[in-house]
């Protein structure tokens, strides 16, 4: 039995583990359990703590007499002793088998508070809660041989907060729904603890500026008027306070506003009547105490306002059927004051064709209970006016006691509205008698007219060509940029001009030059768009022979351009020793004329593939600063009279058309050099741009371009103009063709140029990505 102490007390459970037959168990009798097992046994059954041990490869189960009352009664009491886990524990096997085998497979300890473990007990499964810990018991090998669970059945207290929280949410809930601004301040901090959207709107704020925080420093505009102090009072004092019409001043919309408030300040205590926050109820009486105070000042301030305002006010008693109104009715009528003007000769200076105007406005006032309508009158001079009348009916016990409301003269806007219009039908007519089409859109961009031009040429009627049908007319594969371009025409402000093909009645299709600008008010606002289209076919033919004619041209003078040029080598090389100094000099002008006639036809060439789209791309990866410092050294060695400074911040590599970007970079280098005779410097740079771009910027300080120029400078055979055009010869197709090779490339190209000052021309083009 000595070999047995271990298990000489213990309670029920020690009893229950002597008498128990351990031979048929996976772990035998109790002589042969290791030390280990012995050692935690004896702890656990002299322990007051619940707990409960698995051991062993079957999770056999121990648990003392602590533990025992958790398991209920006609539950697994005593049964599971010495039971497999699995076995015993079957309803909850899939939650804390995934514990043990954590405990197990890392040696670390769990922990669990308040987890919900329902268990078999008491005949029945219940929700149980519980805090509970798994930890390693470490066998003589220094092996994981079994897991110890201290526990805690926590579900009386877990049930008993969750019907407290149900509490507190069901009196948080009344309070959120009350009909009266309320909140709760816990604390002497007076920390919002909540507050109803009533509360919230009364000071000015959302939720979440003011929840969890000091009232004072929420609402700070509420510090300073003596709130402070009475909420101290109450909180220390635990006495209620009640104000009424009291002043405040609140924040509404940035805009610090005075309110009169009806208050209470109510203690809140706990059982011992300790008090722990305030519950505060409020409402806003402002309208109400300012009506009351200011009545009758508002009452003259009204009388002024009546007298002074070019609005006539009436008021009409049904009850003694008459009304009563101001001079100034009088006088929109033509009347000099009231006491000329009675009823009677009101209905007499009544338009009678307007009777049915007035007619649906009174059935219209039974339905609402408002009165509005315009109307023409008579002066006793014969002439006519318009007004504009409106009104409010009152009931008394359902049935109508007044009406009271106002009269305007409306003469001149009814004027205005009808000059303009006049003007629409004069510019209709005007524009319906011009060969060119001519259309109008409202401020979001719907076209809403078309000029008889338009109908005659589509052949389609006005039914549909309207409702955004008349992009049909529009060639195919112009109508999606010409979508794109229009909405974003819309969208900027900007005029809208585009090039396309509108189809004719008889199914041919002809170039159109269609051009758009804003119609803008006084105050830059957008009212509507008028644009025009121009037959521009024949024009775009006769451009079409002219590029085909430059393109022959030019193919037809390269070839003895280049003998020519060939011979003047090599007669310069055969004279180059003559002492005839004419005649070198000659071969030498007449060299570098042939060279630039050379480089014109190349131009001419390139501009011919770019229209017919033939310009092929033979792309390569290099890196752009070898490149550009490659064009520098060849222009510097010709412009020794300029210095070309380079700043490579960009060590990139592109995926391009070598030569072309050489063309491109010597245009800008050559355009530097030639617009800046008085500058003798030239700075180039290279940058990285964070949309995966490289920028070469050439920037020079010479003759700068004006806004109009700008715009148009990669325009083909754009030159700018003024006193100056004749000094720099061209024919303005460098820029175009450096223009259409960015572009082709995927990259872009502008410039940044002020006029007098100089210019930055830049291109981008996209890094060369490894993947």
Same mark, same amino acid.
């Given at each position: 039995?000595?070999?047995?102490?271990?298990?000489?007390?213990?309670?029920?459970?020690?009893?229950?583990?002597?008498?128990?037959?351990?031979?048929?168990?996976?772990?035998?009798?109790?002589?042969?359990?290791?030390?280990?097992?012995?050692?935690?046994?004896?702890?656990?059954?002299?322990?007051?703590?619940?707990?409960?041990?698995?051991?062993?490869?079957?999770?056999?189960?121990?648990?003392?007499?602590?533990?025992?009352?958790?398991?209920?009664?006609?539950? %697994?009491?005593?049964?599971?002793?010495?039971?497999?886990?699995?076995?015993?524990?079957?309803?909850?096997?899939?939650?804390?088998?995934?514990?043990?085998?954590?405990?197990?497979?890392?040696?670390?300890?769990?922990?669990?508070?308040?987890?919900?473990?329902?268990?078999?007990?008491?005949?029945?499964?219940?929700?149980?809660?519980?805090?509970?810990?798994?930890?390693?018991?470490?066998?003589?090998?220094?092996?994981?041989?079994?897991?110890?669970?201290?526990?805690?059945?926590?579900?009386?207290?877990?049930?008993?907060?969750?019907?407290?929280?149900?509490?507190?949410?069901?009196?948080?809930?009344?309070?959120?729904?009350?009909?009266?601004?309320?909140?709760?301040?816990?604390?002497?901090?007076?920390?919002?603890?909540?507050?109803?959207?009533?509360?919230?709107?009364?000071?000015?704020?959302?939720?979440?500026?003011?929840?969890?925080?000091?009232?004072?420093?929420?609402?700070?505009? /509420?510090?300073?008027?003596?709130?402070?102090?009475?909420?101290?009072?109450?909180?220390?004092?635990?006495?209620?306070?009640?104000?009424?019409?009291?002043?405040?001043?609140?924040?509404?919309?940035?805009?610090?506003?005075?309110?009169?408030?009806?208050?209470?300040?109510?203690?809140?205590?706990? /059982?011992?009547?300790?008090? %722990?926050?305030?519950?505060?109820?409020?409402?806003?009486?402002?309208?109400?105490?300012?009506?009351?105070?200011?009545?009758?000042?508002?009452?003259?301030?009204? #009388?002024?306002?009546?007298?002074?305002?070019?609005?006539?006010?009436?008021?009409?008693?049904?009850?003694?059927?008459?009304?009563?109104?101001?001079?100034?009715?009088?006088?929109?009528?033509?009347?000099?004051?009231?006491?000329?003007?009675?009823?009677?000769?009101?209905?007499?200076?009544?338009?009678?064709?307007? %009777?049915?105007?007035?007619?649906?406005?009174?059935?219209?006032?039974?339905?609402?209970?408002?009165?509005?309508?315009?109307?023409?009158?008579?002066?006793?001079?014969?002439?006519?006016?318009?007004?504009?009348?409106?009104?409010?009916?009152?009931?008394?016990?359902?049935?109508?006691?007044?009406?009271?409301?106002?009269?305007?003269?409306?003469?001149?806007?009814?004027?205005?509205?009808?000059?303009?219009?006049?003007?629409?039908?004069?510019?209709?007519?005007?524009?319906?008698?011009?060969?060119?089409?001519?259309?109008?859109?409202?401020?979001?961009?719907?076209?809403?007219?078309?000029?008889?031009?338009?109908?005659?040429?589509?052949?389609?009627?006005?039914?549909?060509?309207?409702?955004?049908?008349?992009?049909?007319?529009?060639?195919?594969?112009?109508?999606?940029?010409?979508?794109?371009?229009?909405?974003?025409?819309?969208?900027?402000?900007?005029?809208?001009?585009?090039?396309?093909?509108?189809?004719?009645?008889?199914?041919e299709y002809r170039w159109q030059l269609s051009r758009a600008k804003p119609q803008k008010d006084k105050d830059g606002i957008i009212q509507m768009w008028i644009g025009t289209s121009t037959d521009i076919h024949d024009i775009k033919e006769m451009?079409?022979?002219?590029?085909?004619?430059?393109?022959?041209?030019?193919?037809?003078?390269?070839?003895?351009?280049?003998?020519?040029?060939?011979?003047?080598?090599?007669?310069?090389?055969?004279?180059?020793?003559?002492?005839?100094?004419?005649?070198?000099?000659?071969?030498?002008?007449?060299?570098?004329?042939?060279?630039?006639?050379?480089?014109?036809?190349?131009?001419?060439?390139?501009?011919?593939?770019?229209?017919?789209?033939?310009?092929?791309?033979?792309?390569?990866?290099?890196?752009?600063?070898?490149?550009?410092?490659?064009?520098?050294?060849?222009?510097?060695?010709?412009?020794?009279?300029?210095?070309?400074?380079?700043?490579?911040?960009?060590? /990139?590599?592109?995926?391009?058309?070598?030569?072309?970007?050489?063309?491109?970079?010597?245009?800008?280098?050559?355009?530097?050099?030639?617009?800046?005779?008085?500058?003798?410097?030239?700075?180039?740079?290279?940058?990285?741009?964070?949309?995966?771009?490289?920028?070469?910027?050439?920037?020079?300080?010479?003759?700068?371009?004006?806004?109009?120029?700008?715009?148009?400078?990669?325009?083909?055979?754009?030159?700018?103009?003024?006193?100056?055009?004749?000094?720099?010869?061209?024919?303005?197709?460098?820029?175009?063709?450096?223009?259409?090779?960015?572009?082709?490339?995927?990259?872009?190209?502008?410039?940044?140029?002020?006029?007098?000052?100089?210019?930055?021309?830049?291109?981008?083009?996209?890094?060369?990505? #490894?993947?």
């Amino acid at each position: 039995m000595n070999q047995l102490k271990f298990l000489s007390k213990g309670g029920e459970m020690g009893a229950l583990i002597r008498e128990k037959d351990w031979s048929q168990t996976s772990i035998g009798n109790p002589e042969t359990w290791p030390q280990s097992l012995r050692t935690t046994l004896s702890i656990l059954l002299s322990s007051k703590f619940p707990g409960f041990i698995f051991w062993g490869k079957d999770h056999l189960c121990f648990y003392n007499d602590a533990y025992r009352p958790s398991l209920g009664n006609d539950g %697994k009491h005593p049964h599971i002793l010495g039971l497999n886990g699995k076995e015993a524990w079957p309803e909850i096997w899939d939650i804390i088998k995934p514990l043990i085998d954590q405990v197990l497979n890392t040696g670390e300890a769990t922990w669990s508070e308040d987890q919900l473990i329902p268990i078999f007990r008491n005949n029945r499964l219940e929700d149980i809660y519980w805090t509970f810990s798994y930890s390693p018991i470490y066998d003589e090998s220094d092996s994981i041989a079994g897991v110890l669970t201290t526990c805690l059945e926590t579900t009386k207290e877990v049930m008993a907060r969750k019907e407290l929280e149900k509490t507190i949410d069901h009196y948080h809930e009344n309070i959120m729904q009350a009909p009266i601004a309320m909140c709760i301040f816990k604390g002497d901090k007076y920390i919002v603890e909540i507050a109803n959207q009533l509360m919230l709107e009364l000071w000015g704020k959302e939720a979440d500026q003011v929840l969890g925080k000091p009232i004072f420093e929420g609402l700070p505009d /509420a510090k300073g008027q003596g709130l402070e102090e009475i909420m101290n009072q109450v909180y220390h004092r635990g006495e209620k306070y009640e104000a009424s019409e009291r002043l405040v001043s609140l924040s509404k919309n940035g805009i610090l506003e005075n309110f009169y408030l009806n208050f209470v300040y109510q203690p809140i205590k706990d /059982a011992k009547g300790a008090v %722990k926050g305030i519950i505060a109820m409020s409402t806003n009486v402002t309208e109400q105490v300012l009506s009351r105070k200011k009545i009758e000042e508002n009452e003259e301030k009204l #009388n002024l306002v009546i007298e002074d305002s070019k609005l006539g006010i009436w008021e009409f008693d049904f009850k003694v059927n008459n009304g009563v109104f101001t001079d100034r009715y009088a006088q929109i009528f033509g009347c000099e004051n009231k006491d000329n003007l009675d009823r009677n000769k009101i209905l007499l200076l009544l338009h009678p064709d307007d %009777k049915n105007i007035r007619d649906l406005a009174d059935s219209n006032l039974i339905k609402t209970g408002y009165l509005n309508y315009e109307s023409r009158i008579f002066w006793e001079d014969g002439s006519i006016h318009w007004i504009q009348v409106n009104g409010t009916l009152f009931y008394d016990q359902d049935k109508p006691s007044k009406m009271i409301g106002t009269i305007r003269d409306i003469t001149d806007e009814k004027k205005y509205e009808k000059d303009l219009i006049e003007r629409e039908e004069k510019f209709r007519l005007l524009a319906d008698e011009m060969p060119q089409f001519v259309w109008t859109g409202d401020v979001d961009g719907n076209l809403s007219y078309f000029n008889k031009s338009v109908y005659k040429y589509s052949g389609l009627d006005e039914c549909t060509i309207s409702n955004g049908k008349w992009i049909q007319i529009v060639h195919p594969d112009d109508r999606e940029q010409n979508i794109q371009l229009w909405i974003n025409a819309v969208t900027t402000g900007h005029d809208f001009v585009f090039e396309h093909r509108f189809k004719r009645h008889d199914g041919e299709y002809r170039w159109q030059l269609s051009r758009a600008k804003p119609q803008k008010d006084k105050d830059g606002i957008i009212q509507m768009w008028i644009g025009t289209s121009t037959d521009i076919h024949d024009i775009k033919e006769m451009d079409d022979q002219k590029d085909f004619f430059i393109s022959m041209a030019s193919h037809e003078l390269k070839t003895p351009i280049t003998s020519v040029k060939g011979y003047v080598q090599l007669l310069q090389s055969k004279y180059k020793k003559s002492d005839d100094v004419f005649l070198t000099n000659a071969l030498s002008i007449l060299n570098k004329q042939v060279g630039t006639l050379s480089s014109l036809i190349t131009d001419l060439l390139d501009v011919s593939k770019i229209k017919s789209g033939s310009l092929l791309l033979k792309k390569t990866t290099f890196k752009i600063n070898e490149l550009v410092e490659d064009v520098i050294g060849e222009i510097q060695n010709i412009n020794t009279k300029h210095q070309i400074i380079f700043c490579a911040e960009a060590d /990139a590599e592109v995926f391009a058309d070598r030569e072309n970007i050489t063309q491109v970079l010597v245009n800008f280098l050559t355009n530097a050099i030639k617009y800046s005779p008085d500058s003798l410097n030239v700075d180039v740079k290279s940058s990285l741009e964070d949309n995966n771009m490289v920028k070469i910027t050439v920037t020079d300080k010479g003759i700068g371009l004006n806004e109009e120029d700008r715009k148009k400078v990669f325009e083909r055979f754009y030159r700018v103009e003024g006193k100056n055009e004749k000094t720099f010869p061209g024919f303005g197709i460098g820029l175009f063709i450096a223009s259409e090779i960015i572009k082709k490339h995927e990259g872009l190209i502008g410039v940044d140029s002020k006029f007098g000052k100089g210019s930055s021309f830049y291109f981008l083009l996209p890094l060369e990505i #490894n993947t």
